[in-house]
């Protein structure tokens, strides 16, 4: 069946350090996002990516990037991990139609130290 | 600014009983309306989604209402069961030619046995 991964799954960095978390689907999705969830903020969005080549930035996007060089995956980088990203981040895909909902990955918990 | 938001934070019902969850949603321009279900450690699930043309959908055990007059949604879950406890929000896309979607903050449903 066609699914959306996402790896780790727990993740505990320290300050300063790069890390890249995964995210993979198999639906064969154009849209893909990155999302942090945090208490209190609900789903916030950090960026996104509408094929092959394309970013965007979204609200939260300081201090992370993303590339696309395939369909099936956009890595999210934390370029020097700080402690304000310790969240849960969740990757979501959706087909490229507009007003389609986006699937969701099952997160990774970062701690950074 | 444009924003989701929920009437109720926390919600408890006892089990075989209905379940009503609202959202209310302040950009009119939004014309594509999402529930999603979070259990506790796991990615968002989509419940039910409804376009703006509709004023009602109906799915298995679950309804979703739109009434664009006063911008609110909500879900309705019948006969609630334990399995139904989870974290609920509603997202909107806010129309155009966009793929984003703009999440509420969510409301705790519990279902006491």
């Known amino acids: 069946d066609a699914e959306i991964t996402q790896s780790p799954r727990h993740k505990i960095t320290e300050t300063g350090r790069q890390v890249t978390l995964a995210c993979h689907q198999t639906?064969?999705?154009?849209?893909m996002f990155w999302y942090r969830q945090d208490l209190g903020h609900g789903l916030r969005l950090i960026h996104y990516s509408y094929g092959v080549q394309d970013t965007n930035k979204g609200e939260v996007s300081d201090g992370y990037s993303v590339s696309r060089s395939n369909t099936e995956d956009l890595p999210l980088t934390l370029e020097s991990a700080a402690s304000s990203q310790t969240s849960v981040y969740f990757c979501?895909?959706?087909?490229?139609?507009?007003?389609?909902?986006?699937?969701f990955g099952p997160g990774t918990r970062l701690l950074v130290l | 600014g444009e924003s989701v938001g929920l009437h109720l934070p926390t919600l408890s019902v006892q089990e075989g009983d209905n379940s009503i969850i609202n959202c209310a949603y302040s950009?009119?321009?939004?014309?594509?309306f999402i529930w999603y279900k979070q259990e506790s450690g796991k990615g968002p699930q989509f419940i039910i989604d409804i376009r703006s043309n509709m004023d009602k959908r109906q799915g298995q055990r679950v309804t979703v209402l739109l009434n664009k007059t006063v911008k609110h949604l909500s879900l309705q879950i019948a006969a609630t069961q334990p399995g139904d406890s989870a974290v609920y929000f509603c997202?909107?896309?806010?129309?155009?030619?966009?793929?984003?979607?703009?999440f509420g903050k969510g409301t705790l449903l519990t279902v006491n046995p």
């Open positions: 997202a909107e896309n806010s129309g155009g030619s966009n793929y984003k979607l703009t």
């Open positions: 979501a895909s959706s087909e490229n139609l507009v007003k389609e909902t986006q699937y």
């Open positions: 950009n009119s321009a939004s014309d594509y």
């Open positions: 639906w064969n999705h154009n849209n």
